[in-house]
């Protein structure tokens, strides 16, 4: 059996943040990029904006750019601020979707395509 | 500060918010009878007012806790922005008219003006992120608004983009953030005159993504995707709109991020981003005018045009970042030229296509029999965007070259080189344009009517286009005062 490593030794720092955020903005614009539905293009986004959130609070936390215990509130509040944006820009595009969807039948992007050369 | 000092640093933008409120609540009460065009012009008469009145008072400096800051450069674009939209909220009447909703296009259109002054004035990372989203939100909402097959489209490939995007641009403003642990402007400069060479490489990454996200607001290439099938979607009102103001709210922000956010053209990061906006300049160009070529549908090669007339101002924002000094007031110069212009030549087209039902480049035949006001200020635009003398364009494109080659960067010659080979190619589809109208022979030749309004509104775009291409030191002046406000 294997070594189990101590508790006080698994500390997790700013880098396992910084790379499981970046895995999720990855994987985010991959979907975003790649699927052809509108819906799930819009999911990719959403991943993006976590991820970005993500990143905020962790730096927010951790950064060695602040000085010992002076941890900046602007990181919280940013992403309270992208929380309600992200809120607000998926109930526009799931209504432009519905919009696309009751006259074209479809939100597949490829064939959303009346506007083309 | 007082509560009253911190509002009249915004006034411009919150007699616009305010105009948006009372435009949807006289709607509310009494639906088409409401005035709402007349609403909405007096809400942009009352922000130029403010804006006016900011400019001969000593109203300067940060308010909000330094969310925004009042300068001259936040002034100017200011009044370009309430300005062009003036002018699109009077020629947007028969429109509106012909639709069922029409007080939300009026609302919808003060809203995105009104954060595009935010974002004008906006020194905080925080500020721009929410001025950018609520003007790009009632963005996607007003191309979606004639519920046509097309113009649902265009609103949700413009959302899908858009969100996209912005989550690039945040994921930038996050590295940035985390970098320098503050949100502020100048706090951010202050950080990177110090910052040590080794995080050289996750600030590129923070740049490069910044670029990405402001690139799209500003259509350049290769964030262009979007720009074509959004112009030719949308109704004509908004495509006018978002082809001037919206510009010109995303290099307003972009210049003043790396002015004062990165400082200039004095950290270690200016070599690299003046490189990567000029190969964003070249790429517009190259795509935006070997797409027009083949065009027939006027708006969606007013789309292309567009694209290209971006990189050409971004070949004077790449000199900005090789040390410029003439760089940033060149681009607010072009901004400024390039609003009549293009306004000029949007408005011309839709009041054509009011009338006929037809967009096509083909049916603008014969032109100047049906419509001599039209067929005049069309040709006037064409030719200003081409760049040909005596219009504003002609001057604009020269100073904004100039300024380029005056940093004696070699690869900017380059770049300036493949401006003028570009010039060359944009003639062929404008002079094309130009040659059908006034050459060819109509097969339909009834006259076609335009609105008194509208009439205003073009010949206030052809004084500007002819003013300030006989006469640009005005408008020189203004722009030079307002970036040194930047340095």
């Given at each position: 059996m294997p070594e189990i490593p101590a508790i006080d030794e698994l500390t997790v720092t700013l880098a396992h943040y910084l790379v499981v955020s970046g895995l999720v903005f990855g994987i985010g614009i991959v979907v975003a990029l790649a699927k052809r539905n509108a819906i799930a293009v819009l999911m990719g986004v959403e991943l993006m904006l976590n991820a970005v959130n993500l990143t905020l609070l962790a730096f927010s936390r951790f950064?060695?750019?602040?000085?010992?215990?002076?941890?900046?509130l602007s990181g919280h509040a940013f992403v309270v601020f992208v929380l309600t944006v992200a809120a607000a820009e998926a109930a526009i595009a799931l209504a432009l979707a519905v919009l696309v969807y009751r006259r074209?039948?479809?939100?597949d992007l490829d064939r959303v395509n009346l506007l083309r050369w | 500060m007082s509560l009253a000092e911190h509002l009249n640093h915004i006034g411009p933008a919150l007699i616009l918010y305010i105009g948006a409120g009372v435009v949807l609540t006289a709607d509310m009460f009494s639906?088409?009878?409401?005035?709402r065009w007349q609403l909405a012009v007096l809400a942009l008469i009352g922000g130029l007012g403010w804006t006016y009145g900011l400019a001969m008072g000593d109203t300067r400096g940060e308010a909000l806790g330094g969310a925004v800051r009042v300068d001259d450069f936040a002034l100017f674009f200011s009044f370009l922005i309430i300005a062009s939209t003036l002018a699109v909220v009077l020629s947007a009447r028969q429109w509106t008219d012909s639709i069922e909703r029409g007080a939300e296009l009026y609302a919808l259109m003060l809203i995105s003006a009104a954060s595009m002054v935010i974002l004008a004035q906006a020194n905080d990372l925080i500020t721009i992120f929410i001025a950018l989203e609520t003007t790009s939100i009632s963005q996607f909402v007003m191309a979606g608004l004639a519920r046509t097959d097309r113009s649902a489209e265009a609103g949700l490939k413009y959302l899908l983009t858009g969100a996209l995007s912005a989550a690039v641009l945040l994921y930038g403003f996050a590295f940035l953030f985390g970098m320098s642990g503050t949100t502020d402007l100048d706090g951010i400069a202050d950080y990177l005159a110090s910052?040590?060479?080794?995080?050289r490489l996750p600030l590129l990454l923070a740049l490069v993504f910044v670029l990405a996200g402001f690139g799209f607001k500003m259509a350049l290439a290769p964030f262009h995707a979007w720009v074509p099938d959004v112009y030719q979607g949308a109704p004509t009102v908004v495509s006018s709109f978002l082809s001037v103001a919206s510009k010109a709210a995303g290099f307003a922000v972009a210049l003043r991020l790396f002015y004062t956010g990165l400082g200039g053209?004095?950290?270690?990061?200016s070599e690299d981003w003046a490189m990567f906006v000029a190969v964003l300049a070249g790429l517009s160009m190259i795509f935006g005018n070997t797409g027009a070529i083949?065009?027939?549908?006027a708006k969606r090669l007013l789309g292309y045009s567009s694209i290209a007339q971006a990189g050409n101002i971004a070949v004077g924002f790449a000199a900005v970042a090789a040390g410029s000094t003439i760089g940033p007031s060149g681009v607010m110069f072009f901004l400024g030229t390039y609003a009549a212009t293009n306004l000029g030549a949007f408005i011309a087209v839709q009041a054509f296509a009011e009338r006929t039902g037809s967009e096509n480049i083909a049916d603008f035949a014969g032109l100047p029999k049906r419509s001599p006001v039209l067929a005049v200020v069309l040709s006037l635009c064409l030719i200003s965007l081409t760049g040909i003398p005596p219009t504003a364009g002609f001057i604009a494109k020269v100073y904004v070259f100039n300024g380029a080659v005056q940093t004696g960067h070699e690869w900017l010659i380059v770049l300036v080189a493949v401006a003028v080979v570009n010039t060359a190619i944009s003639a062929f589809y404008y002079l094309r344009w130009l040659r059908t109208m006034w050459l060819d022979e109509a097969e339909d030749d009834s006259p076609i009517e335009v609105a008194p309004a509208v009439q205003a509104v073009l010949a206030a775009a052809s004084i500007g286009v002819l003013f300030f291409g006989l006469w640009p030191a005005p408008l020189i002046n203004a722009a030079q005062s307002a970036a040194e406000t930047l340095l």
């Open positions: 950064s060695s750019a602040f000085a010992e215990g002076d941890e900046p074209q039948e479809t939100v | 639906g088409r009878a409401a005035p910052a040590p060479e080794e995080q053209g004095d950290t270690f990061l083949l065009q027939t549908n």
